[in-house]
């Protein structure tokens, strides 16, 4: 593969990108990570606050529109994946590794179409593959400085979701056990990366202790926590979906690579093939141990796949390499199946069997239609105890108050209803018990739909804002 031909590809999946950024309908973690970035703060009850300041800044450039909520994302990847092939040149140079293992990973359905969609997931794999650059040139050059730049992209990788702290970790078992890097334990330099890393996340750690802690209590309680499912389903699940979203042969090669690189490392003393192993076996195996008692959603490994990407372009021998160019045509392939059948629809397929119906379909219309029926039962706003459904409303109705209702929302800075305001609730039928809200009383139902097959049925609830005390309501951001 040429550098040439690796660039101009690049450059037309970035467009595809782009082009099925706008075209799609924003999920409802889209729409509320919008309103996060009508809201900046330091943290947020889910997540810390990158993605939010990747929507504002994209928002502010292409307008509250899908593109503006994803526009970064796409242009990120992109960079990433320039680093990515960088890094595997600097580490193996020659062989033609970097641009190989950012083909495999661009052809991941994890990488490839997940990085249209705006989530934390996104500017965490950036910075991540950032990061694995600055360790490169740390190894290229033997120069302390870019530690400094590790320390930064890390921190930036923390900002993004907290399993970010994986790449510390995979690095710190890299200097314990390759005899080689543990001098930098007596350099400034080093240290003052972990500093900088640590700097650069002291907001988060701030907006936490002034929160109690919330965040880190909702994500660090998930570490460990007991399912209602056996092992052997939780294992499968996990094995079975990354096999999916990684697409089959990427995946193996990615395994076979992996452990390939793991034995590079023992026998022959690869210190850059031991770089990719720490960084993919730990956090590999902690997933592993995560599922033996709880499910791993789907997303939660996509961290493995940059450096298991350029472990098996890195470290396969000619048999397995001839599996590249079909690994890459079936991922991309897949990638350009699941973004037309997401905008446009051409296989009538139901809930159950497509994904992106259930998420992403008939938000605009189901907006519409409530709005109709608010104007018509003479109410003031819109609510929802879904922080999904609520910052949909938002996000596709201009100049019509949206109330969100929930603990969730206590942790923002918004203002409050008006006592005595009459509004209507929205609320999936697939909740179950009474609403939050008190006194709400039914009047009708909506459907959301895509073509005439329904997504998911909502029940109406006229309601009033209370005067004293009840759950937590907020009125959310409305679109510029």
Request: aromatic residues 10%.
């Amino acid at each position: 593969m040429s550098r040439r031909s690796w660039l101009i590809a690049l450059l037309g999946l970035t467009l595809l990108r782009l082009l099925a950024a706008a075209f799609l309908p924003p999920a409802p973690d889209e729409a509320y990570y919008w309103v996060w970035g009508r809201a900046l703060a330091p943290g947020y009850y889910d997540h810390p606050p990158m993605v939010a300041l990747w929507t504002a800044l994209g928002s502010l450039l292409a307008g509250d529109t899908p593109l503006g909520l994803r526009l970064l994302g796409p242009l990120g990847v992109a960079v990433a994946s320039v680093l990515l092939a960088r890094a595997g040149d600097l580490l193996f140079p020659g062989r033609q590794v970097g641009p190989w293992g950012a083909a495999l990973l661009n052809a991941t359905l994890l990488f490839g179409a997940g990085s249209v969609l705006m989530t934390p997931d996104t500017p965490l794999l950036v910075f991540w593959c950032a990061a694995i650059w600055a360790l490169a040139k740390l190894r290229a050059s033997g120069e302390g400085r870019w530690w400094l730049a590790f320390g930064l992209l890390a921190g930036c990788a923390l900002l993004s979701k907290y399993t970010a702290v994986l790449l510390g970790a995979g690095v710190l078992i890299w200097l314990l056990v390759e005899p080689g890097m543990r001098s930098w334990f007596g350099r400034w330099q080093l240290w003052a990366g972990g500093a900088l890393a640590l700097l650069v996340f002291t907001p988060v750690i701030l907006w936490n202790a002034s929160h109690g802690w919330a965040s880190f209590a909702k994500q660090g309680g998930r570490a460990g926590s007991a399912g209602t499912g056996s092992s052997w389903r939780y294992l499968a699940e996990l094995i079975g979906g990354q096999a999916g979203l990684a697409t089959p042969i990427v995946f193996l090669l990615c395994i076979a690579g992996t452990a390939a690189a793991c034995s590079a490392w023992y026998r022959r003393r690869d210190a850059n093939a031991g770089l990719l192993a720490a960084l993919t076996l730990p956090a590999a195996a902690l997933f592993v141990w995560q599922a033996t008692g709880s499910r791993v959603q789907g997303n939660w490994p996509a961290i493995l796949y940059p450096t298991a990407c350029l472990a098996a372009a890195a470290c396969l021998g000619t048999r397995w390499l001839r599996w590249r160019r079909p690994a890459v045509a079936l991922g991309l392939g897949l990638t350009v199946l699941v973004l037309v059948q997401a905008a446009f629809a051409p296989l009538p397929l139901p809930r159950r069997s497509d994904p992106t119906l259930a998420r992403l379909a008939g938000w605009a219309e189901l907006a519409e239609e409530a709005e109709r029926a608010r104007r018509g039962a003479g109410a003031a706003f819109l609510a929802a105890e879904e922080y999904g459904l609520a910052s949909e409303l938002a996000l596709h109705l201009s100049g019509v108050p949206v109330i969100a209702v929930g603990d969730r929302w206590d942790l923002f800075d918004l203002p409050a209803p008006v006592p005595g305001e009459q509004g209507l609730l929205l609320r999936s039928l697939r909740r179950d018990g009474p609403p939050l809200w008190p006194g709400a009383e039914a009047v009708g139902e909506v459907v959301r739909s895509r073509k005439g097959i329904p997504a998911e049925g909502y029940r109406l609830y006229r309601v009033v804002v209370p005067a004293g005390p009840g759950p937590d309501m907020v009125v959310l951001p409305q679109r510029r």
